[in-house]
């Protein structure tokens, strides 16, 4: 056999994709309610190694909310965030229900009730993962423009909310700065920042 000839023998296993999706041999839920389903599978993957427990994560798909005002000020929102004890900046946003027609329809909805703004249209600009290692869900940056506040925001006892509006290249440089700890919503801000450049024109935060 002549060296030619060894490069058409493939090697011991080549013929498999070392990133084929593993093989679930059995799954079962470990705890379901409205908020979060915790999924434990049984696993082989392409060569042959068993994994398991595999833990998976299912929420619902999230929206997360880059809005500015008529003046093009960042709509965002402090509240307290019981996993990690903190007060935490972040933009708006929340769980898609089963009434919300699409994405842009949840955004809409979620930014009338955390901050009583309004608005007439929503921009889905992406959709991400939040941990793709472990979350069966997505998350959906919308980006909504020209927002009008009309109300106070919904009073929830789980989601107290104080509403802030700075301005965009404020909001991007708390995140840039680690001021904003939801990973998340920085990633949502960037997105946003990206698509679009950020404007020349700033006037003061306001409460």
Request: proline share 8%; with cysteine; net charge negative.
């Amino acid at each position: 056999m002549n060296p030619s000839d060894d490069a058409d023998v493939p090697a011991a296993g080549a013929h498999r994709d070392p990133l084929a999706p593993w093989t679930v041999t059995a799954t079962r839920i470990v705890h379901q309610d409205r908020w979060i389903t915790l999924r434990a599978d049984d696993c082989v993957t392409v060569d042959g190694h068993v994994i398991a427990p595999y833990y998976v994560v299912g929420f619902p798909d999230w929206v997360v909310i880059v809005a500015t005002d008529t003046d093009g000020r960042a709509i965002l929102v402090r509240q307290y965030r019981h996993g990690m004890g903190v007060t935490s900046t972040e933009l708006p946003g929340g769980a898609i229900e089963p009434e919300d027609a699409s994405p842009a329809a949840a955004a809409l909805r979620e930014l009338r009730e955390e901050t009583g703004y309004v608005a007439d249209a929503a921009e889905v600009l992406a959709t991400l993962s939040a941990n793709p290692s472990n979350h069966a869900n997505r998350f959906h940056v919308v980006r909504i423009r020209d927002a009008r506040r009309i109300a106070e925001p919904q009073d929830e006892p789980s989601e107290r909310m104080l509403v802030q509006a700075v301005p965009l290249a404020e909001a991007w440089a708390l995140a840039c700065a680690g001021g904003m700890v939801q990973a998340m919503h920085v990633a949502a801000l960037s997105v946003a920042v990206g698509s679009s450049p950020l404007p020349a024109r700033e006037g003061p935060g306001v409460g």
